[in-house]
Nanobody, 123 residues
Framework: QVQLVESGGGLAQAGGSLRLSCAAS????????MGWFRQAPGKEREFVAA????????YRADSVKGRFTISRDNAKNTLYLQMNSLKPEDTAVYYC????????????????WGQGTQVTVSS
């Protein structure tokens, strides 16, 4: 029905920047809200940021406020996460997710998931 593919992950130094992208294909009309989550080894998948269809409503985890920005380009069916001032604790696999209506902060609220992209931040 829907396929989400993340890209843009890699290695960055502390204080550096990365921009993640998530390309959606298939029945993209089923996706209104979208979000980013991350999961470090041995830890639960945690919320990073979410955005509504129009981009008018955005949520960010306290740990990334002032550093990360979520955005979307519906004409390109693409979700973005601009990550600045990266810290070693940002190291994780980052996943994009899609939902039916409203942006949510919980994993169980999303219907579609990408395969993840690795982000590694060195000190």
């Amino acid at each position: 029905q829907v396929q989400l593919v993340e890209s843009g992950g890699g290695l960055a130094q502390a204080g550096g920047s990365l921009r993640l992208s998530c390309a959606a294909s298939g029945r993209t009309s089923s996706i209104y809200a979208m979000g980013w989550f991350r999961q470090a080894p041995g830890k639960e998948r945690e919320f990073v940021a979410a955005i509504s269809w129009s981009g008018g409503i955005t949520y960010r985890a306290d740990s990334v406020k002032g550093r990360f920005t979520i955005s979307r380009d519906n004409a390109k069916n693409t979700l973005y996460l601009q990550m600045n001032s990266l810290k070693p604790e940002d190291t994780a696999v980052y996943y994009c997710a899609g939902g039916n209506l409203f942006p949510e902060k919980k994993v169980d609220e999303y219907d579609y998931w990408g395969q993840g992209t690795q982000v590694t931040v060195s000190s």
